[in-house]
């Protein structure tokens, strides 16, 4: 298994890359109004009290790693490295669950609105409209560990501790069970033309080999309809709008490999059309929480990313691009990290060009190295290319990223030091 393994790689060249990242990490603890040239001293922030045992272990682990860095420096925006300057921060310094970004436009005025899942209900925070005043902290649920939501327009799906999906409108008007899901797995809704939302699911079923998790899609209030192929399994699921059609991405995570599937949906007649699937991509052994995400660019570039096992001794994102419609084995780049972990979280952008990618990585090889949350750009051609670090904690997860219409980046993200929400400015 990966995760935890010493030495992957010669450390020299790696050493290199961080010192070349190190000039555009942003700071921890308590938020800065700007991204002025200012030194900040490293505190391991704490008031979030942690609530299990393992979160106590996360943040001694997490002062540990600490321990040796003396200063954080932001960049000035003139400074080469400063591409990611920091717009409007919003720390929250309790602990929640996994939130789901949407904008909101209310009187010529665009709000940032975190989404999330209060026991099958969702929970909306806005952050102040982008061209407000300064900023303020933003109101967050108890600690939980639902799923999060999923939005298509203006309608929510949020899974319940039994599994069951609800259904709301607007800002939370109507419950609806639409659906039965597996507990604890993750949901997806994506809308198509003006009408339609499609909404997929993980159930568990039943093969001749016994017991396996199938996904299912629906398309507005019609029956559901298998997603995954008859003998395939899924463990996780990701959907998004590519022009009048669908892009669902299913994960099946083995102890021996990962497969990859991805179909086209489309709306052909008022149904739903599922069109061939694909195993676009094969990784090595999974994680527990081995997931991926899509992404694609203005002009419909898409690649799928998945942090998995690139072989034996290699752990890094892949990223697959997508032919139109997917077909078998399509093109792979690799970007490798220092080391495996699990969870490896991704998040990406949607019709923008470079296309934006978040990822949680590890910061060395060593087995104990700390997490950093880096932000890159994803080329037409599949190459990543780092820009800044904007957090390093014992652990990073729930990454979420969008882009709003002036072309910013807002960021969701969960670590030992809290949950933050931020925008930042990208050229």
């Known amino acids: 298994m990966l995760l935890q393994r010493e030495r992957l790689f010669d450390p020299r060249p790696i050493a290199l890359w961080f010192v070349l990242l190190a000039g555009c990490k942003a700071p921890r603890g308590p938020a800065l ?3 002025s040239a200012i030194d900040v001293a490293n505190t391991v922030v704490t008031d979030a009290a942690p609530t ?13 790693a600490m321990s040796s860095s003396v200063s954080t420096t932001i960049l ?13 921060p919003a720390l929250m310094q309790t602990f929640g669950g996994p939130a789901v970004i949407r904008f909101l436009h209310l009187g010529g005025a665009e709000i940032a609105e975190l989404v999330f899942n209060d026991g099958g209900h969702p929970q909306f925070s806005d952050a102040p409209p982008i061209d407000a005043g300064a900023p303020r ?3 967050m649920p108890p600690k939980t560990t639902l799923p999060a939501c999923a939005i298509a327009r203006d309608v929510v799906y949020c899974p319940d501790a039994s599994g069951a999906i609800h259904r709301t409108h607007g800002s939370g008007e109507g419950d609806t069970i639409v659906a039965q899901s597996r507990p604890g797995t993750s949901i997806a809704a994506a809308s198509v033309g003006n009408e339609n939302i499609v909404f997929a699911y993980l159930r568990e079923g039943t093969t001749s080999e016994g017991p396996v998790r199938e996904a299912m899609v629906a398309l507005n209030d019609g029956p559901p309809v298998r997603l995954s192929e008859e003998g395939s399994g899924a463990t996780s699921i990701q959907m998004t709008e590519r022009g009048y059609s669908i892009v669902a991405v299913t994960f099946d995570a083995r102890v021996a490999m990962t497969p990859t599937h991805t179909r086209t949906l489309r709306v052909e007649n008022g149904k739903l059309e599922l069109g061939r699937d694909a195993v676009v991509f094969v990784g090595g052994p999974a994680e527990r929480h081995t997931t991926g995400t899509l992404a694609f660019d203005k002009d419909g570039e898409t690649f799928v990313l998945v942090a998995v096992a690139n072989s034996a001794e290699a752990f890094g994102m892949a990223a697959i691009r997508l032919s139109h419609p997917p077909t078998e084995d399509e093109p792979v780049f690799w970007s490798l990290y220092p080391n495996g972990l699990d969870p490896a979280a991704l998040a990406a952008s949607h019709g923008f060009s ?14 104990d190295a700390s997490r950093v949350l880096e932000v890159g750009d994803l080329s037409s051609s599949g190459e990543f290319s780092p820009r800044c670090i904007l957090a390093e904690a014992a652990y990073i997860k729930d990454v979420e990223l969008a882009i709003d219409r002036q072309g910013a980046m807002w960021l969701f993200w969960r670590d030992t030091h809290g949950s933050h929400f931020e925008r930042r400015a990208l050229p």
Do not use: F, H, T, Y
Not at 53 to 63: N, P
Not at 76 to 88: Q, T, Y
Not at 354 to 367: K, L
């Open 33 to 35: 109004a700007d991204a």
């Open 52 to 64: 299990d045992a393992s979160d106590r272990r996360d943040v001694q682990a997490d002062a540990r």
């Open 76 to 88: 000035a925006a003139d400074a080469g490295a400063g591409a990611c300057k920091l717009v409007r």
């Open 137 to 139: 902290d933003v109101p």
């Open 354 to 367: 470079p296309i934006r990618v978040a990822r949680v990585r590890p910061s060395a090889p060593e087995v």
